[in-house]
């Protein structure tokens, strides 16, 4: 009978303590994402063609947010990838 491991294979979540840093770039990246998609609209009047029809003047509309989309998100891939490295978070004193 074959045994399980206790190991977990889930994804590093970066050095103790700096979860709430952590926890807000999160935040601020789906903040950002929530934006964009907010954006996408469908035409009020369409043709009788339907949105097939209209989909050539919203091609670069779209492309556009595919591109900032995939930016976005290679930067919190960076920015998470980042924060797994970090050696922690100092307190700062006030005088």
């Known amino acids: 009978m074959a045994t399980r491991s206790n190991q977990s294979t889930a994804a590093p979540v970066g ?27 469908v035409p009020e009047h369409l043709p009788e063609t339907g949105l097939v029809g209209v989909l050539p003047e919203l091609l670069p509309t779209f492309a556009a ?22 050696s922690g978070t100092t307190e700062s004193s006030s005088g």
Do not use: H, K, Q
């Open 15 to 41: 050095v103790p303590g700096n979860e709430r840093t952590n926890a807000f770039s999160d935040a601020v990246f789906a903040i950002a994402i929530t934006l964009l998609v907010l954006e996408l609209r």
């Open 65 to 86: 947010f595919v591109l900032t989309f995939v930016v976005v998100g290679v930067y919190w891939v960076a920015s998470t990838t980042c924060s797994c490295t970090c």
